[in-house]
């Protein structure tokens, strides 16, 4: 599988439309027990201006938690 160049998400996607897997797997019954941290992650990515990365901002912004860069 080929995901090379690919972009999954963009941290400032409106709030709605990072909402439909939640509100997907709610309408059936499903579990996403760490759905709500993902949305704090997302939450404090954009914060720190990085919401025009994809994936990666996430990968950043534990970096930075971590204390490995600023």
């Known amino acids: 599988m080929r995901l090379v160049g690919l972009n999954f998400f963009a941290g400032n996607m409106p ?3 990072r909402g439909i897997v939640t509100s997907a797997a709610r309408d059936v019954g ?4 760490l759905g709500g941290a ?9 914060a ?3 919401g025009d990365l994809d994936h990666s901002g996430l ?9 490995r860069t600023e």
């Open 38 to 46: 993902v949305a704090q992650l997302i939450a404090a990515l954009v």
């Open 15 to 17: 709030e709605g439309d």
């Open 59 to 67: 990968f950043k912004l534990v970096e930075v938690l971590s204390g």
């Open 30 to 33: 499903v579990v996403i027990p």
């Open 48 to 50: 720190r201006g990085d």
